[in-house]
């Protein structure tokens, strides 16, 4: 049949009026094309650039006319007409200056029977979209990523589809999709007419492939409609057969359904046509864990902020969206949450192309009345079972939660869970992403549980250093196991989840800073300006540090990079685990400028690691060592236990898994495999033991242990550092060893001697921040109430001399855990701008201060080398010896040269306590404990 629904589209030309904001009281009047927004037409006030977030560089806020002309052909008369836009804010429908209604879903299409106002001929539509009143006035709304500058912008237009259409009076109001164990599909069409009249006719169900091809046909389905009825539901089912697969990340196979009607009404023939998506699966739940048609998966999440800096808001194409997802998993990504925000149409039908996992959220951040104001609840629940309606029948709609850190009413949230769960059996439900996490509790009756801790109380000087987290830092800087454990392979949520029921998802993990790629500011050519980052680039200017921005950059990404890794293991090594969302893959440009991403804000990579290198630890199969240890001495045994995570489409059927260690040449020391097994899906398998004896060694290296599952792409790699089992440590004569830059340090300079200047044991140097290994969280003002150090781990001159004795990249690794840990940096600001420290902890970019732990100059006659890391406390430490045996071996050797030469008095302000520079807090960024 042919398709009875006829549309006209509006894409193009319209009329805007918007209020004056240099003249209050008049109006400015332009001609703009739509779909777009006033930010793309270069309309508004100009606000000033924020510290804060990327800044508008035209910010609108009001109401905007829309309008223009449309002429109804005479064929439509006696149609069914609507009006509807694919995504807009708050919007008044005139037609011909009469008001037809108004709307108010920011998640969906805004959808206006227009049937009595639109005969044929000329008529006026205006649309009147209000972005600063109503609903848009709510916090609980401006705060979320539907609305916030931080991200999408508080943008005013009209965006995607904005289309008339006409039906027969006799049509189809919905088809609803259920896919069943087994794969069947239980369906439902709803037939619409108009309240008086009866109607009757056939309904046909057909499936068709991407190809066309019809591969089922129900036949015709009768149907009557009394005259009083409005309308009714036709179920159906669709059988089970070998042409229509199933749906999941691996295999996405994806079909159409066509539900035809043919019938009369009043006596009249009538006809529709509408079609929807179908990907056929079962996503639920087997105890702690996720399973997508009876197989368990784990997700590999991304939080997505709608992060798209050239327009302000999310595409609404589908070609745009392919391109994010799979860039996502070429990461190993298959799960995205949507944080307080759901996207487009478009997003679906790309999730559903690429297997990716999708979790919507209501446009809703409220950490205190969520859900206690009747009006606010009203919307909100009606909000939910529209997106329901909307973008239910993708495959790739799994999950839905109601919002972000949400606080109020339990009672609310549960009830919607309960009432979603009833209308769509299909999802499965949360009351939301990290409720309640002040004092972590089980939430309710949700499905599953996104959470960053499951015990555990917010205030620090309540809770010390107590709770149970599911990731591995924190803002607490004393809190999480990465800085605060030392590292090995062996951590893992075991026991945190221990007695929860259902599946835990570990909440925003990563968050570790990275310093910017400056070369970042000129991709932004769109309605946004990064004047945050172009606020960070002069201070770097100002402090001296924007000449090594790059290797700032690549060395802070690197230890990011290595923590995440860390986190991703962490969660892939616990039994029962159900997944992780990460914050996060991409930067967010928010919040004070939270980069902390190994892709920038336009999902492109920031040159830290290549997909392939990522995928080895975050992919559906992960070969994994739990090792004691990654430090290690010559005559012990590495030891650890070899493990595969196998959440892939099946078992591994008769693979063998190998393992071998390199040196730091490249030459392989040490081999060994497990006999051939069949490796499970859904768990975590041991494949057996490991152990190696290092043999005898006069120096130190840097080895690599690689794990393979022979015959397949799986494979993982792990640094691990060795050193010469020398408890010894002599001083050369030639050099001074001293613990205070004091009258007798200053006597052996004067003399023409080398001095190395270390901290008595427990003791330190200087005035800047206290040493850590990770990456500061998330962004230093938002959390420097918690008085983290602030600092984004090191940037070493590696191929140093004074350095030469212990391997080491130009970045932290877990060799430098305890050295760091037991460090405080020194700030050099007053040095030379082209000075650089041997080894230098990289400063936030907030702050920005020129920061050291390993310096030399000239002083006096003599040459000083300054290392203001605590080695005497830690002579049990190989490393620590390891590091201590290469300076003074350094100040031994003619090598010891330093260039800059500093008076005594400049030296001794070094040592001075001085007050570091102020950052203030963001008061409105986090009100929590």
């Known amino acids: ?55 508008r560089k035209h910010a609108y806020e009001g109401r905007a006319r829309y309008e223009r002309r449309v002429m109804i052909p005479e064929e439509w008369r006696d149609k069914v007409l609507f009006f509807g836009m694919e995504r807009t804010r708050e919007t008044e429908l005139w037609i011909d200056g009469v008001q037809v209604g108004r709307s108010n879903t920011l998640s969906t299409p805004q959808l206006y029977n227009v049937s009595g106002y639109l005969e044929p001929g000329p008529h006026v539509l205006s649309v009147i979209v209000d972005n600063s009143s109503g609903i848009m006035g709510w916090r609980s709304i401006r705060n979320s990523h539907m609305a916030t500058d931080h991200t999408q912008t508080n943008w005013n237009g009209i965006l995607g589809a904005i289309q008339l259409t006409a039906t027969d009076p006799l049509r189809i109001g919905q088809l609803r999709l259920y896919p069943q164990q087994g794969g069947t599909v239980k369906g439902r069409v709803t037939v619409s007419k108009p309240d008086q009249g009866f109607a009757d006719g056939y309904v046909s169900i057909q499936v068709q492939d991407s190809a066309g091809q019809k591969l089922y046909d129900s036949g015709r389905i009768p149907f009557q409609l009394e005259t009083e009825s409005s309308g009714g539901e036709i179920p159906f089912l669709i059988p089970a057969t070998d042409a229509l697969q199933l749906w999941d990340e691996f295999n996405p196979n994806m079909y159409t359904v066509h539900a035809v009607l043919e019938g009369k009404y009043q006596d009249r023939s009538n006809e529709d046509e509408f079609t929807a998506p179908l990907g056929i699966r079962t996503f639920g739940v087997s105890g702690t864990q996720f399973i997508v048609n009876g197989n368990k998966t784990f997700l590999r999440g991304k939080h997505d902020g709608c992060v798209f800096p050239l327009t302000g808001y999310a595409p609404m194409d589908k070609e745009s969206w392919l391109q994010v997802f799979r860039t996502a998993k070429a990461y190993g990504i298959n799960h995205y949450r949507f944080h307080s925000w759901c996207p487009p149409q478009a997003a679906f039908e790309a999730a559903d192309e690429t297997g990716t996992y999708l979790q919507p959220e209501l446009p809703f951040w409220d950490p205190g009345t969520a859900f206690q104001n009747d009006e606010e609840w009203g919307y909100f629940s009606g909000e939910a079972f529209r997106i329901i309606e909307a973008y239910g029948n993708h495959p790739s709609f799994v999950m839905f939660a109601w919002g972000n850190e949400l606080s109020g009413s339990m009672e609310r949230m549960e009830a919607l869970v309960e009432k979603a769960r009833n209308w769509d059996p299909g999802k499965l439900y949360a009351i939301g992403s990290n409720n309640f996490f002040l004092q972590a509790g089980l939430p309710g009756n949700s499905d599953y549980w996104t959470t960053f801790w499951t015990e555990g109380v917010w205030n620090v000087k309540k809770a010390g250093y107590g709770g149970k987290h599911v990731r591995g830092a924190t803002p607490h800087p004393t809190r999480g196991f990465i800085n605060n454990s030392p590292p090995s392979g062996r951590k893992d949520y075991h026991e945190e989840i221990q007695g929860v029921p259902i599946p835990v998802i570990g909440h925003e993990v990563g968050q570790f800073q990275v310093y910017p790629d400056f070369r970042e500011i000129d991709k932004y050519l769109g309605v946004l300006e990064p004047g945050h980052l172009i606020g960070f680039r002069n201070l770097a200017a100002a402090s001296g540090l924007l000449q090594q921005a790059d290797e700032l950059h690549a060395a802070s990404g690197q230890l990011a990079a290595l923590c995440y890794r860390e986190e991703i293991e962490a969660a892939l090594r616990t039994p029962g685990m159900a997944g992780f969302q990460l914050l996060d893959l991409q930067d967010f440009p928010g919040q004070g400028g939270a980069l902390v991403g190994m892709l920038d804000a336009f999902m492109e990579s920031k040159g830290i690691v290549v997909p392939e290198e990522w995928r080895r630890f975050c992919c559906e199969v992960v070969p994994l060592a739990r090792l004691h240890r990654y430090v290690w001495s010559e005559g012990e045994s590495i030891l650890g236990q070899i493990e595969i995570a196998n959440y892939g489409p099946g078992p591994l059927t008769d693979v063998e898994v190998v393992w071998s260690i390199t040196d730091g040449c490249g030459r392989t020391i040490g081999e060994g495999s497990y006999p051939a097994a069949n490796i499970p899906q859904g768990k975590l398998w041991l494949a057996g033991e490991l152990e190696y004896r290092i043999p005898a060694m006069t120096q130190a290296d840097n080895l690599t242990l690689q794990i393979n599952i022979a015959g397949t792409p799986y494979s993982n790699e792990y640094r691990l550092w060795v050193y010469p089992d020398d408890a010894g440590l002599q001083i050369p004569s030639s050099v001074v060893v001293s613990d205070a830059f004091d009258a007798d340090t200053r006597r ?182």
């Open 748 to 929: 052996e300079l004067q003399s023409g001697r080398n001095v190395l200047l270390i901290p008595p044991a427990g003791g330190s140097f200087g005035n800047g921040p206290v040493g850590t290994f990770i990456p500061d969280f998330w962004c230093y003002p938002m959390f420097k109430k918690y008085d983290p150090p602030g600092t984004l781990g090191i940037y070493c001159a590696a191929d140093h001399p004074a350095l030469a004795e212990f391997p080491t990249s130009s970045h932290a690794e877990w060799q430098w855990w305890h050295l760091m840990r037991h460090s405080r940096a020194m700030v050099l600001d007053d040095t030379s701008t082209d000075y650089r420290p041997i080894v230098q902890v990289i400063d936030n970019v907030a702050r920005q201060h020129k920061l050291g732990v390993v310096f030399e100059a000239k002083v006096g006659n003599g040459q000083l080398l300054i290392c203001s890391i605590d080695l005497w406390s830690q002579q049990d430490r190989p490393e620590a010896r390891q590091f201590m045996r290469s300076l003074l071996n350094y100040c031994a050797s003619d090598r010891f040269a330093p260039a800059v030469e500093w008076t005594e008095v400049f030296t001794d302000s070094l040592f001075v306590s001085t007050e570091m520079s102020k950052v203030a807090a963001n008061p409105n960024a986090d009100n929590y404990g």
């Open 1 to 55: 049949m042919m398709n009875s629904r006829q549309i006209i589209g509006l894409n193009g030309s319209w009329s805007a009026t918007l209020e004056d904001w240099n003249e209050p009281g008049k109006t400015i009047s332009r001609e703009i094309t739509l779909p777009g927004t006033l930010d793309e037409h270069g309309l508004g006030p100009v606000p000033d650039t924020s510290s804060e977030h990327l800044t």
